[in-house]
């Protein structure tokens, strides 16, 4: 039986657990039995075919769960630890023992050891105090890892009970995959917001002149051009060599509109074809050499469409219609625009290629079928790019990094194909898309590409044969102006521009009391003092938060910074003894503070400038 304090324990913490064990509870619990051990504490047995196996020593399970925990090895780099299997317990407690300031967590995939675990140990002593959820549910389990992993950052440590590995091989791999991809994701998106974050901020500011002057795709353009029409997202994927013809024969038929996405568009005019519109979002300055070759050939009827945080030397000089689409990452834009109908403005989420980013514009045009080619999203006969295309960084054929990075994905065809996470991560987000709107068709046409979950199959010739249809496309589809209120945008950019000023003084202000502070520690005597000191900081601090210009644009340039100093503020917050509070705060402080007046010269003087440009 669960012991009562176990059940108040899990009332409050997971009413649906126990809600699932009590199911079970008053059956008798055949296949999970407990029995004394040598040394007398209880152990147990688990049926695994027609015989029972020990999940703990027979002898003395106390020693084997100690020993287990002493070949962990350094647990100092992790915050939490996941127990996959837990038994009667006896390695969690001996890991809380050792180790009293780290999380815990449990997943018990087997209900009825949950119950004997839940029957023998008991949740309201000290060791529990570190326990943070337990589970019989492996969806369950992974979403609560992924939310602390997304959320707060935590760094797990996953520790399989021996007996679980030899049970149940094929499900612990699978968990431990999908986590180990999480844990991947997020470091991932860690580098990306550290490359970018600053980026993505002071493209936003020099990009915003482009976006009053060019109208937005998603709300200016009459969608009934697009609506229930084919429209092509040409990649740069090798498969693009095979496709040529297809598309020169689309594009003098009309009978598509034909997007080139990124450096696909290089390809594209080396064999003269002229797509319906360039698109481009990259963040990055030498972003601009993926479009130099419309600007060398002097192409001015080409219509580049532009994600608003692109990089800001890409638009210069560009003499082509333009128009622009809004960056999740672009914290800018939202706050300074109106439109005459006051509807909010439309945004694309932020995504690691630039065709997710298209896809998703697509969807918003309401554009039907959706047709994908070149997009492999893996190798081909070890090549990354169609021909025509290539990089000062990188050359088209793959190198031994690549190899040593490769992973196996299955191809259109049903093959195993070889790609890499980035690739994979694409993939991934266009399957969500979708997914998420199951409605619209999409279509793969990419020979010997990765295969992507609700996109068909069928090669472009018969997309022609069987899909398309001559003077679909409408001719000047992108003229149009955009519906942003000027004058109350001049008005909110000078406000802006004020706010700036203000954070500027805030700074100032926040200095004079650490400067305070730190005096007042260097005599320390009295705790009130110093207490009534870090008061005044605080006061401070939260003034620099409030303020508009802060929050809207450097917290957003240093995302992964500000993440790190609440971790730490958490730690300040906590700690009692008020001398070392203040130490800790000082040097946090100047961390941040530096950081932060960093951010703030690099994009004030441009906030100044726009004001000027936007009047």
Same mark, same amino acid.
């Given at each position: 039986?669960?012991?009562? /304090?176990?059940?108040?324990?899990?009332?409050?913490?997971?009413?649906?657990?126990?809600?699932?064990?009590?199911?079970?509870?008053?059956?008798?619990?055949?296949?999970?039995?407990?029995?004394?051990?040598?040394?007398? /504490?209880?152990?147990?047995?688990?049926?695994?075919? #027609?015989?029972?196996?020990?999940?703990?020593?027979?002898?003395?399970?106390?020693?084997?769960?100690?020993?287990?925990?002493?070949?962990?090895?350094?647990?100092? *780099?992790?915050?939490?630890?996941?127990?996959?299997?837990?038994?009667?317990?006896?390695?969690? @407690?001996?890991?809380?023992?050792?180790?009293?300031?780290?999380?815990?967590?449990? %997943?018990?995939?087997?209900?009825?050891?949950?119950?004997?675990?839940?029957?023998?140990?008991?949740?309201?002593?000290?060791?529990?105090?570190?326990?943070?959820?337990?589970?019989?549910?492996?969806?369950?389990?992974?979403?609560?890892?992924?939310?602390?992993?997304?959320?707060?950052?935590?760094?797990?440590?996953?520790?399989?009970?021996?007996?679980?590995?030899?049970?149940?091989?094929?499900?612990? +791999?699978?968990?431990?995959?999908?986590? @180990?991809?999480?844990?991947?994701?997020? $470091?991932?998106?860690?580098?990306?917001?550290?490359?970018?974050?600053?980026?993505?901020?002071?493209?936003?500011?020099?990009?915003?002149?482009?976006?009053?002057?060019?109208?937005?795709?998603?709300?200016?353009?009459?969608?009934? &051009?697009?609506?229930? $029409?084919?429209?092509?997202?040409?990649?740069?994927?090798?498969?693009?060599?095979?496709?040529?013809? !297809?598309?020169?024969?689309?594009?003098?038929? =009309?009978?598509?509109?034909?997007?080139?996405?990124?450096?696909?568009?290089?390809?594209?005019?080396?064999?003269?074809?002229?797509?319906?519109?360039? +698109?481009?979002?990259?963040?990055?300055?030498?972003?601009?050499?993926?479009?130099?070759?419309?600007?060398?050939?002097?192409?001015?009827?080409?219509?580049?469409?532009?994600?608003?945080?692109?990089?800001?030397?890409?638009?210069?000089?560009?003499?082509?219609?333009?128009?622009?689409?809004?960056?999740?990452?672009?914290?800018?834009?939202?706050?300074?625009?109106?439109?005459?109908?006051?509807?909010?403005?439309?945004?694309?989420?932020?995504?690691?290629?630039?065709?997710?980013?298209?896809?998703?514009?697509?969807?918003?045009? /309401?554009?039907?079928?959706?047709?994908?080619?070149?997009?492999?999203?893996?190798?081909?006969?070890?090549?990354?790019?169609?021909?025509?295309?290539?990089?000062?960084?990188?050359?088209?054929?793959?190198?031994?990094?690549?190899?040593?990075?490769?992973? *196996?994905?299955?191809?259109?065809?049903?093959?195993?194909?070889?790609?890499?996470?980035?690739? *994979?991560?694409?993939?991934?987000?266009?399957?969500?898309?979708?997914?998420? *709107?199951?409605?619209? !068709?999409?279509?793969?046409?990419?020979?010997? =590409?990765?295969?992507?979950?609700?996109?068909?199959?069928?090669?472009?010739?018969?997309?022609?044969?069987?899909?398309?249809?001559?003077?679909?496309?409408?001719?000047?589809?992108?003229?149009?102006?955009? #519906?942003?209120?000027?004058?109350?945008?001049?008005? @909110?950019?000078?406000?802006?521009?004020?706010? =700036?000023?203000?954070?500027?003084?805030?700074?100032?202000?926040?200095?004079?009391?650490?400067?305070?502070?730190?005096?007042?520690?260097? !005599?320390?005597?009295?705790?009130?003092?110093?207490?009534?000191?870090?008061?005044?900081?605080?006061?401070?601090? #939260?003034?620099?938060?409030?303020?508009?210009?802060?929050?809207? &644009?450097?917290?957003?340039?240093?995302?992964?910074?500000?993440?790190?100093?609440?971790?730490?503020?958490?730690?300040?917050?906590?700690?009692?003894?008020?001398?070392?509070?203040?130490?800790?705060?000082?040097?946090?402080?100047?961390? %941040? &503070?530096? /950081?932060? %007046?960093?951010?703030?010269?690099?994009?004030?003087?441009?906030?100044?400038?726009?004001?000027?440009? +936007?009047?």
């Amino acid at each position: 039986m669960i012991l009562i /304090e176990n059940r108040n324990y899990l009332r409050f913490r997971n009413r649906s657990l126990i809600t699932r064990l009590s199911t079970l509870e008053n059956s008798p619990l055949s296949n999970a039995v407990v029995e004394p051990s040598r040394s007398g /504490e209880p152990t147990l047995k688990v049926q695994v075919n #027609q015989s029972f196996q020990y999940v703990h020593s027979r002898y003395n399970p106390v020693r084997e769960a100690e020993s287990l925990v002493s070949r962990m090895g350094d647990m100092e *780099n992790y915050d939490h630890i996941l127990f996959i299997g837990a038994g009667l317990g006896y390695a969690v @407690k001996a890991f809380a023992s050792a180790y009293p300031k780290k999380k815990i967590s449990l %997943f018990e995939p087997d209900k009825e050891v949950l119950i004997q675990f839940l029957s023998y140990q008991k949740l309201d002593e000290g060791w529990a105090d570190q326990l943070t959820f337990i589970s019989d549910d492996a969806n369950e389990a992974m979403a609560q890892v992924k939310q602390r992993i997304d959320k707060n950052g935590e760094r797990f440590f996953f520790f399989v009970l021996p007996f679980y590995e030899e049970k149940y091989p094929e499900q612990i +791999c699978q968990f431990l995959d999908v986590l @180990k991809e999480s844990l991947i994701e997020k $470091k991932e998106g860690l580098i990306t917001d550290l490359s970018f974050q600053q980026r993505w901020i002071i493209n936003a500011v020099k990009n915003f002149p482009k976006l009053i002057a060019t109208p937005n795709i998603l709300q200016d353009i009459d969608k009934t &051009l697009f609506r229930a $029409k084919p429209a092509i997202i040409v990649s740069a994927g090798p498969s693009l060599n095979d496709e040529f013809d !297809h598309l020169r024969q689309i594009k003098q038929q =009309g009978s598509a509109y034909i997007f080139a996405v990124g450096s696909a568009i290089n390809a594209l005019i080396k064999q003269d074809i002229m797509p319906d519109a360039a +698109c481009t979002y990259d963040p990055k300055p030498q972003n601009y050499r993926v479009i130099q070759v419309i600007k060398d050939k002097k192409i001015k009827s080409l219509p580049l469409i532009f994600g608003s945080t692109v990089g800001f030397e890409t638009l210069a000089d560009y003499d082509g219609p333009m128009l622009h689409m809004i960056n999740s990452q672009d914290t800018v834009s939202p706050l300074l625009l109106r439109r005459a109908n006051f509807l909010p403005t439309e945004t694309v989420n932020d995504a690691p290629s630039i065709a997710v980013i298209a896809f998703q514009m697509l969807l918003k045009l /309401e554009a039907d079928p959706i047709i994908l080619v070149g997009q492999n999203l893996a190798y081909l006969d070890d090549k990354f790019y169609a021909s025509g295309i290539s990089y000062e960084n990188r050359s088209e054929n793959l190198n031994e990094n690549d190899e040593k990075k490769a992973m *196996n994905v299955k191809s259109v065809d049903g093959k195993d194909v070889i790609t890499n996470q980035v690739f *994979n991560t694409m993939r991934k987000q266009l399957e969500m898309y979708i997914q998420l *709107n199951p409605d619209r !068709h999409v279509i793969n046409t990419t020979k010997g =590409g990765a295969a992507i979950a609700g996109a068909a199959f069928i090669s472009l010739d018969k997309v022609i044969k069987g899909s398309l249809v001559p003077a679909t496309v409408v001719p000047n589809w992108y003229k149009s102006k955009n #519906q942003y209120m000027r004058s109350m945008i001049s008005k @909110k950019v000078s406000n802006l521009a004020g706010y =700036g000023r203000d954070l500027s003084r805030l700074f100032e202000k926040l200095i004079k009391s650490l400067r305070h502070l730190k005096e007042a520690a260097s !005599h320390y005597q009295n705790p009130v003092q110093l207490s009534n000191e870090i008061d005044k900081v605080n006061h401070d601090l #939260q003034k620099v938060q409030k303020n508009a210009f802060y929050k809207s &644009l450097v917290v957003p340039m240093m995302k992964v910074q500000v993440s790190n100093f609440n971790k730490k503020s958490e730690a300040i917050r906590a700690e009692r003894d008020v001398f070392n509070k203040t130490q800790m705060i000082l040097r946090e402080m100047e961390i %941040f &503070l530096n /950081e932060c %007046f960093m951010n703030y010269k690099a994009i004030y003087p441009s906030v100044e400038e726009l004001t000027d440009r +936007c009047k």
